[in-house]
């Protein structure tokens, strides 16, 4: 091989090796594994500060959802879908000797969730929680 097609074949790999470092690397996947703290608007309008904790599972997600006042006893997520950066769950929300199934929607924006709760009855709230760092 000629010496001037060896070097340009070395100068070549090595473009091809800084090309590839040098690529923007893949935006990191939004993710909802961890502790998310923040507030749930209530019936009255009063605030109540609860905290979802949201682990990544064999199939999906797991999660539980409560406050520190007792007023939410600790209850454990289902059906927690996250697409698209929406995320969706139920939990079962004892009132008394009756349980009520509570549906959340929630939208990602950063470290944030934003969205509702929504009852059968019709009641609904705001919900806002940040990443716990």
Known sequence: MKKSLKITL???AALCVLAGTASPQAPKKADIVGTWV???????GSKIDITAVIEKAATGYSGK???ASGQVPESQL???VFKDN???FDFDFAQGSETVLIKIELT??????KGF????DGNSGEIELALKK
Do not use: N, R
């Open 38 to 44: 923040g507030t749930a608007v209530v019936g009255d």
């Open 117 to 120: 709760w929504f009852d059968p």
């Open 10 to 12: 070395i100068a070549l």
């Open 78 to 80: 289902k059906e927690i």
């Open 65 to 67: 959802l409560g406050d």
């Open 86 to 88: 929406k995320l969706s």
């Open 108 to 113: 990602l924006e950063a470290e944030t969730l």
